[in-house]
């Protein structure tokens, strides 16, 4: 559950990013109001996710959808051009995203123990 918190969380940040963009510098009452509640919600299921999953993995998870749902998203509209390189970042994003999943959750302290002094 807590992976399923953190990509819609992921996809709430790609929603206030996106209208943080259309508010004009948070001047537009529509779009502020959407980007304060997807903010919001982002936040709250980041929150959520990371008490389950090491911040050091879902930070980097919860960045990474995001930022590539809203540029896929600039895309789909016309307001930002597509191309084979940008595409092919992006993916490069979803695959360090999946890698990320795929690894093993383990406590830092059981991969390499570290005692004072050495």
Do not use: H
């Amino acid at each position: 559950m807590p992976w399923v918190v953190l990509l819609l969380s992921a996809v709430c940040e790609a929603v206030w990013a996106t209208a943080l963009g259309l508010s004009q510098g948070l001047s537009l009452p529509g779009p502020t109001a959407v980007f304060a509640v997807g903010l919001a919600a982002s936040m709250l299921g980041l929150g959520y996710a990371a008490t389950r999953i090491p911040i050091g993995t879902a930070y980097p998870v919860w960045v990474g959808v995001g930022a590539a749902l809203t540029v896929a998203y600039a895309m789909a509209t016309g307001a930002e051009s597509a191309s084979p390189a940008k595409i092919l970042f992006l993916l490069g994003i979803v695959g360090a995203v999946v890698g990320l999943k795929l690894l093993p959750q383990e406590p830092a302290d059981a991969v390499s123990p570290r005692r004072p002094g050495t």
